[in-house]
């Protein structure tokens, strides 16, 4: 069975404390922004879905739904100029990058005027402009392209740095430990950020490997590792934007891992045969855009009809 969501609203809750700094230090606006983006990509994907059911989508998709606050999270703690990586589950990056939501439906549904000209589809989707590179539909691929670029970064002295985007599946391939062991060694200006949702298709995090949080990996390249509570957008910023400040001042990568929950199958044609549905409404509970709501609510920073 895969982490209990009590578990980890114990184990990984943000202290009150910090909370309040965050939500006292960041602009109105910034606060609106990653409401807005979490509200878009859940509204982006039910839409592709609805699409797919009708038969206007051909091949297949990944969505990430119930993940929200981790792409959106992470991107809010970066500069508009910063670089992403992301993975074949990867709407919710693009749109906190800041893409077209049209060119992007028109990528989905393969049409000339999308971002890759209709020729890379739900999995592929890139706006290089917009400094999001994209993906791509190979388990980790992304990871080794990653510190390619993160050594071009530091080659040239930019002040840009890159985030790194892969599954939990992906941190079992050997490409992810010899990543890691690359850009620690040459101390590289990047963010590794693990989505993690907990099942590499239908294999469980807990039948795949025996640490406890896959952050605990950090420590065998002597980089920092972090566990965070991934359905909390404001969790997600703090951590991501400490270790962007680390990577942006020269001290090296660091290994986020956002612990999150994917509701729907690893793809369209996953008919949810390992899991219960008791499971996957445990985890809707604490939908982070919901959670996120609450919260402006409760620190009456926005109202009701604001959200």
Known sequence: MPTHVTDVQAELKLDDKTKHQLLKQLPKEKLRWML????LTRYFEENAEALYIRGLVHGTMHLSIGMEASPVGSIASIKDDDYIIHHHRGHGH???????????????????PGYCHGRGGSMHIADIPGR????TGIVGAGIPTSVGIG?????????????????????NEGAFHESLNMASIWDLPMVFICDNNQYGMSMSVDRSMKIKHISQRASAYDI??????GNDV??????????????????????????????????????????????????????????????????????????
Not at 132 to 135: F, I, S
């Open 94 to 112: 693009t749109i906190a990058k800041g893409a077209n939501l049209t060119l992007m439906m028109a990528e989905f549904l393969g049409k000339e």
């Open 224 to 229: 920092p590792g972090v566990t965070v509570d």
């Open 151 to 171: 050594l071009a970064l530091k080659l040239h002295k930019s002040p840009e740095i890159l985030l790194s985007f892969f599954g939990d599946g992906a941190s």
């Open 36 to 39: 807005e983006k979490m509200f």
């Open 132 to 135: 999001n590179l994209g993906a």
């Open 234 to 307: 404001l969790a997600v910023y703090h951590h991501v934007s400490q270790a962007a400040h680390r990577a942006r001042g020269g001290g090296g990568p660091t290994l986020v891992e956002n612990l999150t929950y994917r509701w729907r199958g690893h793809s369209k044609s996953d008919r949810n045969l390992y899991r219960t549905q008791e499971e996957i409404q445990e985890w809707q509970q604490f939908d982070p855009i919901v959670r996120f709501s609450k919260t402006l609510l409760e620190e009456q920073l926005f109202t009701q009809d604001e959200i």
